[in-house]
């Protein structure tokens, strides 16, 4: 009886898991999986593609959309890869195309030369990097050793594939490692002793310089990597079978009294003054005669000097001057100064962005290129033998029926060969992008300068021209973003995104926070802002006070430019200067007027834009900004009730702000009050906008020495700022605020893991 139980509670527990059986999903078949991996697999190289095309376009761009589309191809590579390779590891069938398919992967998961790292803290997780990728290669190695019994025929494809793959990634491993905090310190001392020397008792004095004939600008274009490419194993190798012996390196620290490390060969270093002393028709007046080929080398120089101040290294103060006398009396001498010296800085930062966040400061180091060389044949072999190796896929497949479509090709094989083709579309576009990159025109310009055999060579120098006067995209996206505060107080954002559950996902958009259209950057303001930098001769700036002086106007508007923060001031000449806008609109035929009128309403919505979205690149704290821009749209609110047109609020602005004074606490009656003061007591409607664009011209520079240079690095991939190129000129210079509102600190020490 007890037995009779027994079977019965045996039958019907069967029965029930056959039941539960059969309500489960089935597991996915092996032709299913096999679709799967597939689809990740050419997913994967898609991903490449894109991230190859479009890496360094975000310096180009600031559309949000654009930025979330690189960012989830950036991150979805890694993860991508990761599940690619547990379905080949899990698969009940066995492949001998998976172990290639993972390889390519592998390969694909550094090879964007052009997008390293998507930001900051990426490049100070370079240790971490370095984890995974030795996890996912011992994943690797099982796989191999999974699905191919007999690896003897494959065993020089997989070396190919193994060394592509190994550079690739120690490309990217090398380019996050640079960029971190510590190796930039360390890596950037010996430039900063250099500089040091150089300006001190012995060295550059200040009436030895020469801006117009760089005589005396010994500053390092090319020469000090050769101290850290000797780190190279494969440079240390050729070294000891060409039987040359490195000096021993002495011991403990750099030599006393200042314990700095010296520049070997300091007589070979190709600096800015043996640039413009080549004597090569290349580098002469008929064969540059606007300084552009030059000014590359002399842009790559300053990024050096740049990078001293992200690192945190200060210069003398005679550097400093020299500098400045550069800029006053070198890059803006002429005419149309303001141009070369734009464009030397824009090409300066796209050195910056280079080298924080793409691989090119690696590729360009002394003895790599020889490796990219030897890169591109190892990717000729394994592309050869990968060919040869799908004539005989039938024959080693365990499937008994391969998936092949109605002509009779394999699905596999396609697939293999799609990603084969991406791969070298993907090769020869970065040759191509190394081949005319800011880098390469700067390591030809200093090679032709080093070697006097090419400087009598037309061929070279032809070479040398047409790669140079190559510009395949125009740095940066040259827009100055602009935002109105009368006309976007009252815009409220999507509570559907932007909350409290949203705020730990996404960035929240505060009311108020609404962009008006871009306005491509104009030529007028970047002359008023340069001319006026160059009048300049102090060292010291002051928010748009001197410029009150200078009108005659200091008594009566100086009040609006002594207020509790700098982010008050900025708002409340913006108010007044849209209130002119409207009341004071130019009717004048005027050139003069016309031009004050576009600089001055451009330089206000920008610096408004900036409160609104970067507060970072502000004087103030970025709390105290927001919490100003918060108020103040709280207030307007208030003011103005139910006026839905701008007539309705400046009319609405003229009403009430007769009655206030410069007591009142509210940015927008102070607002009203600055704008019917000028409207009212300056008779001329060309002094009007004269005084408002000398004053925002004066505002804008004294707003770029800002602090925060990590918040300058991240805004370079957001298509760039006009107050960074500002923000550059300004620190090469040692123009500072009149009152420092914070201490100077580049970037707190992070861990790498």
Known sequence: MRNLIETKQTTATTANCKARRGKMKPPPSPFQMLLQIELLVISTAFLLLFLVIFGSCRRRCNSDKFRLVIFAAYTLSSYVLAYALGL?????????????????????????????????????????????????????????????????????????????????????SRALMAASRQSLERSTKVV?????????????????????????????VR?????????LVLMRFIKWCLGKKEPAPAAGLPPAPHYRMPLEKEDELITVEKVWKCEGRLLSQGGDPHDKLKDTCLSFALFKLLRLRYAGYSLPQKAHDNTWKLIRDGLLSQEDGYKRAFRVVEVELTFLFDFLYTKYSIIFQPGRLLLKLAEFVYVTLGIWYTTSILKNYRKHCDINKPATLPNGLVIDILMTRVMIILFIIVELMQFFFIWFSEWAKVIWICKYVQKKSWQGNVWIERMIRAICWVQLLKPWEQKLR????????????????????????????????????????????????????????GTKLENGQASLRVKKVFGKLSWACQLETETQVIMVWHIATSFCEHQQPVRSNSPGTRRNFLVATSLS????????????????????????????IVEAREFFGRCNKTEDRVREMERKGRGSSAHEETVINRGARLGIQLVNDIEREDMIWRILADFWVELVLYVAPSDDVKAHAEHLTRGGEFVTHLWALLSHAGIERDHPTKPRNALERSKSL
């Open 88 to 172: 080949m590891y899990s698969i009940p069938f066995h492949n001998p195309l998976f172990p290639i398919w993972a390889m390519f992967l592998m390969i694909a998961l550094g090879s964007a030369d052009s997008l390293s790292a998507y930001s900051l803290e990426d490049t100070e997780k370079w240790k971490s990097y370095n984890w995974q990728l030795g996890i996912k290669s011992i994943w690797l190695g099982l796989l191999i050793g999974l699905h191919n019994n007999d690896i003897s025929n494959k065993i020089i494809l997989f070396a190919c594939l193994f060394f592509i793959w190994a550079l690739k990634c120690d490309e990217r």
């Open 192 to 220: 900063a002793d250099y500089m040091s020397r150089e300006h001190e008792n012995g060295g550059v004095s200040r009436g030895e310089v020469d801006p117009v004939s760089m005589r005396g600008y010994r500053y390092v």
């Open 223 to 231: 020469g000090e990597e050769e101290r850290w490419a000797k780190n």
């Open 482 to 537: 602009q935002y109105s505060f009368l006309k976007s107080y009252s815009y409220k954002p999507c509570r559907l995104l932007n909350n409290k559950l949203m705020a730990v996902y996404i960035d929240q958009t505060r009311d108020g926070q609404r962009q008006s259209s871009p306005i491509k950057l104009p030529e007028d303001v970047k002359q008023a802002v340069f001319d006026a930098l160059k009048l300049n001769y």
């Open 605 to 632: 919505k920008y610096l408004a834009y900036l409160v609104a979205f970067a507060p970072r690149l502000l004087p103030d704290h970025p709390c105290v900004a927001e919490s100003v821009f918060d108020q103040a």
